[in-house]
């Protein structure tokens, strides 16, 4: 599946530059057909410039208009549409989160796992990224994460081009006009954070025993019996489970007891 934005694409009903997206499909001889008809949603008006951006994920086709009215004038707005047997449909549309009018939100858009981000070098006070997390179950696309573009020497919304790459929780986004070692020179920037990944999985490690613990005893033979608080911790929970083993029941006795905490 090819999917081509036109955002400079006329429409007699919805206007000037509202903006329209192609599809095409390869065939087994290597050859690009068109697949269906464009795609312009009805609530397109003038300048709108749907097509801008386009990110295809396993399930879904997500298209950045960055001047939709989606939470202000020309803030930006994201559609995602997905396949309904030969056509697509609109599913959801996805707004800044903060009212403002040029945002350029949707300026960038890449999907991974169950994450959608967007740039939007227009929003803040140096631009921000903004994380979405699917919520089908609740409806829709939820906010999950926002990142503040640090300061780089340029101000808001100079640049209409903010483009962001994703992987395994990283996320990096340039700025072709950020002042370095000449102005305007750009720059880029890496943010991270395991949880953006989706599908990072917690290491196995054994519970943290307290250092101070004594873990040698000598018993001597028929005597009483003794009695022990060993206590433990583990990085990843609270609930931890205690057992002994091996040993021969036949020779020794033992007894759990949580109460004591």
Known sequence: LLCV????????LLGTDSGAVYFFQRDTLGNWTRS????????????????SSIEVSSQYVFVGAIKGDGNGTDSGIIYSFEKNQTDWSKS????????????LFSTGIVSQGDFLISSSPGSGTNGMLYIFRNENDRGGWSLFSSVDMQ???????????????????????????????YEANGGFQLVYN????????QPTLEPILDPNANLDFTIIEDSESIYYDLNASHPFGESIEWSVSPYDSSMLSVEINSTSG
């Open 5 to 12: 934005g036109a955002p400079r694409t006329d429409n007699e």
């Open 92 to 103: 959801y549309t996805i707004s800044p989160p903060s009212f403002g009018k040029d945002q």
């Open 151 to 181: 300061p780089i020497g340029r101000p808001s919304g100079t640049s209409l081009l903010a483009p962001i790459a994703v992987s395994e929780g990283g996320i990096a986004y340039g700025v072709p006009e950020a002042n370095s070692s």
């Open 36 to 51: 269906g008809g464009k795609i312009s949603p009805s609530n397109l008006s003038v300048d709108d410039r749907f097509g």
């Open 194 to 201: 395991p949880i953006w990944a989706g599908n990072s999985v």
